[in-house]
């Protein structure tokens, strides 16, 4: 089962160099099966819960941002429940994409300058 240690560096590897990684390729890497319906019972929801308490507590972008559904280009409804709730960004359904990729291109910045 990987650890928070195991995942931040390949997010962070990521993002410096901006790639995107699908939910799917990064559980690959891992040796998960990918979040299906129950994202709640996948091991990936209380890592990117942690890492965004964490990313929320420095001030830093979420690193979470650089995984994405492969489908939509862009992360599931997590993401943008936890954006709402640690950091009290407003998330309107409309706006999603906009919302996300604000926070993607300045998790981007940072990590590219570390």
Sequence with gaps: MPTVAD????????????QLLSY???????GLAPP???????????LFEQLDQEDAQAGRPFRTSVVVNASTN????????TLQRLRGVPVPPNDRVVVWAREYQAAVAYYRHQ
């Excluded at 799917?24 to 891992?30: C, R």
């Design 7 to 18: 995942i931040a560096p390949v997010l962070e590897e990521a993002l410096a160099h901006e």
């Design 36 to 46: 299906g319906q129950s994202w709640q019972a996948h091991p990936f929801c209380a």
């Design 24 to 30: 799917a390729s990064l559980a690959a890497q891992f």
């Design 74 to 81: 862009y992360p599931g409804n997590g993401f943008f429940t």
